[in-house]
Each structure stands twice: as C-alpha cells, then as structure tokens.
C-alpha cells in the first residue's frame, strides 16, 4: 500500500512562490508517473505536471515557464512561480504505474490561494 502525503500549500501574493512537497511511503518503482493534479471550484480535476522515468516531464500550458517538477526517489516537488489568482486551487500528488488493473494512488490534497 502506497500513502502519499502532501505539504507546503498555503496563501500567496499574486507573483509570488511556493513549493509543494509529496512524500510517498511504500514501493514506488522506478517508471512510476508522479504528478500534480489541481481543481478549482467548480471546475474538473485537470494535470498540472508531470514526470516520469528519466526525469522526462510534462507541463500543462498553464504552467509551462513558471511551474517545475522533479522527483527525488519517493519524493515529488512542485516549485511554483509568478503565480496568478487562477492558480488557486487545491492541489492533488499522483502516482501511477502499469498493471492489471493499472496501479494509481492520490494524496489527500493541499490548498494553494494566489490573493492580494
């Protein structure tokens, strides 16, 4: 069993930084995709980034340029940068990795608020 837990959310001036943190405990295999999901009120979940084997990662437009992910082992960090208002939500780590059924594990989520 795969616990993720998340840390580093909080209140933000509009341009500002934070940095999210996902510690996974259990078995995390090397080709795992571990990632950052985010959902705003009312609107669906959607992928913000992502980074698989080999350090190869993928953004959502929305962050690209201002947004970076690395892993560390079993760790996910999520730096953020120049942050807008439309950032805010609450942000979810993912973890997923083939299989029958396909293996994916979420963490409880972390509020993220870009306000004056």
């Known amino acids: 069993q795969v616990q993720l837990v998340e840390s580093g959310g909080g209140l933000v001036q509009p341009g500002g930084s934070l940095r999210l943190s996902c510690a996974a405990s259990g078995t995390i295999p090397s080709f795992a995709v571990m990632g950052w999901y985010r959902q705003a009120p009312e609107k669906q979940r959607e992928l913000v980034a992502r980074?698989?084997?080999?350090?190869i990662t993928d953004y959502a437009d929305s962050a690209k340029g201002r947004f970076n992910i690395s892993r560390d082992k079993n760790m996910v960090t999520l730096t953020m940068n120049s942050l807008k208002p439309e950032d805010t939500a609450v942000y979810y780590c993912?973890?997923?990795?083939?299989?029958?059924?396909?293996?994916?594990?979420w963490g409880q989520g972390t509020q993220v608020t870009v306000s004056p």
């Open positions: 980074i698989v084997a080999g350090g």
């Open positions: 993912n973890v997923r990795w083939a299989g029958r059924p396909p293996i994916e594990y």
